[in-house]
């Protein structure tokens, strides 16, 4: 009996054909009695979730995960323990995700302890142990804004969940609404490709056909101001993304 579901590595050995989004998670596998069906699906993250309603309306649209923002400087900000008096009603499978950038072990650690955090993200020049050592699965932000060895970082961060690419210089922070030149991706992908930085609804189609990445992460893309999601947007960007995996 075939498994019914499988990680990447698996999908080199085991897959038929493959499809050109090597990078991206295969998410089922069935046989039926004329063949081999692969299903293929871009992951979304919605950050800079700083309300109840915005929360709920980007799980009612399929959103993976949700991203809250712990940079203080940051116009997305959330306080851990604001965020705790709502967290517990994000439902089950959408990914909490913490942001931080090069924040003091004692903040982290505080977010960790205020809310249910299932992944980490940093954004700043934390190495792989800094990102290790609170004990939960983490990706790792990479600014494009400047010289940035995606590869070698990748191989530095190997235990990472995945590798976020933003438009930001190294270092700093992202949710500017600003893009990058996709071409500037290497082909060479250690880690699943998260890929952020300016997307929206208009765009984000063909981001995922040219980058093929895992996953995609948006919020000013979906924003009426910074911090307020718009329903709407939010409904165009899945909507959006749903026809690029349906074409591919």
């Known amino acids: 009996m075939p498994p019914t579901s499988f990680d ?10 493959p499809v050109p989004a090597v990078s991206r998670l295969l998410v089922s596998w069935a046989l039926f009695p ?22 709920l309306r980007a799980a009612d649209l399929g959103a993976d995960a949700i991203g809250l923002v712990f940079y203080p400087k940051s116009p997305r900000y959330l306080d851990p323990a ?14 909490v995700v913490g942001l931080f950038l090069d924040a003091e072990p004692s903040a982290v650690e505080g977010a960790l302890s205020a809310l249910p955090l299932e992944l980490l993200q ?6 792989s142990g800094d990102c290790l050592r ?12 400047g010289e940035t060895d995606v590869p070698g970082q990748a191989r530095a961060h ?22 990058f ?22 765009n984000v189609a063909a981001a995922i056909r040219q980058v093929r990445p895992m996953a995609v992460d948006v919020s000013s893309g979906v924003e009426s101001a910074p911090g307020v999601k718009d329903s709407q947007r939010m409904h165009d960007f899945m909507e959006s993304v749903r026809r690029a995996d349906a074409e591919s």
């Open 34 to 55: 004329w063949g081999t069906t692969v299903a293929v699906r871009t992951r979304v993250k919605i950050c800079g979730i700083t309300r109840l309603d915005d929360a």
């Open 181 to 202: 030149a996709w071409d500037r991706i290497p082909a060479e992908r250690p880690l699943p490709l998260i890929l952020a930085g300016g997307l929206h609804a208009d």
């Open 134 to 145: 609170y004990g939960r699965p983490y990706i790792k932000a990479l600014g494009m804004g």
């Open 158 to 179: 190997g235990l990472a969940r995945g590798m976020l690419l933003d438009s930001h210089a190294p270092g700093e922070a992202g949710g500017r609404g600003i893009g």
């Open 8 to 17: 990447l590595a698996d999908a080199r050995w085991r897959s038929p054909p």
């Open 122 to 127: 940093f954004h700043g020049r934390e190495s």
């Open 82 to 95: 604001a965020g705790a008096r709502w967290i517990h009603r994000v439902p089950a499978f959408v990914t």
